[in-house]
Nanobody
Framework: VQLVESGGGSVQAGGSLKLSCVAS????????VAWYRQAPGKSRELVAA???????SYGDSVKGRFAASLDNVKNTLYLQMNNLKFEDTAVYYC?????????????????WGQGTQVTVSS
């Protein structure tokens, strides 16, 4: 399984970015997939998640500004980030819950991408 993020970069506060996460060896849409981020000196935090049933949820700090979506045809997870703030600066990671051969999902075991840097200047 490989998850590859892209779309990070530098942007001024108030700007937008759209992150992508392409999966190989894993089919999105059956187990929970999510975006996390980690800023320097801070622990990794959940940004957005989409359950296997398609329900999206968001961290409080990004509600109303970020939107996660799935393209099942392209097997790609997206994160549209609008009205970016300085405190959104972090490395953003894509994750996917492990799915067993019996199609059970395990939230305690996740696949991770390598991360993509988002830098917001104030």
């Amino acid at each position: 399984v490989q998850l590859v993020e892209s779309g990070g970069g530098s942007v001024q506060a108030g700007g937008s970015l759209k992150l992508s996460c392409v999966a190989s060896g894993y089919i999105f849409g059956r187990c929970t997939v999510a975006w996390y981020r980690q800023a320097p000196g801070k622990s990794r935090e959940l940004v957005a998640a989409i359950s296997g049933g398609g329900t999206a949820s968001y961290g409080d700090s990004v509600k109303g500004r970020f939107a996660a979506s799935l393209d099942n045809v392209k097997n790609t997870l997206y994160l549209q980030m609008n009205n970016l703030k300085f405190e959104d600066t972090a490395v953003y990671y894509c994750s996917a819950d492990y799915r067993s051969p019996g199609n059970n999902c395990f939230t305690t075991n996740k696949y991770w991408g390598q991360g993509t840097q988002v830098t917001v200047s104030s």
